[in-house]
């Protein structure tokens, strides 16, 4: 049994999944506001988009790893 300082492995999966769909969320408003500075923010816009896609698939085996297999 864990002690009350020590957190699960599930717990702490699930602190780190909310922080990364908090950085995804940060990004996009990033993104949303670049495109309003016009073309010359492109590169920085692309460059946030495929951090934003890296989040997305740490997010997903995150949650892969905290749903169970469920055998039909």
């Known amino acids: 049994m864990n002690s009350p300082q020590e957190l699960s492995h599930e717990d702490v999966l699930r602190v780190k999944l909310e922080v990364l769909r908090q950085k995804h969320r940060d990004l996009d408003e990033a993104i949303n506001a670049l495109h309003e500075q016009g073309p010359l923010a492109q590169?920085?816009?692309q460059r946030l988009k495929k951090?934003?896609?890296r989040l997305k698939d740490q997010?997903?085996?995150i949650?892969?790893?905290?749903t169970p297999d469920i055998i039909a």
């Open 43 to 45: 590169l920085t816009i």
């Open 51 to 53: 951090e934003k896609l």
């Open 59 to 61: 997010i997903s085996r």
């Open 63 to 66: 949650e892969d790893e905290l």
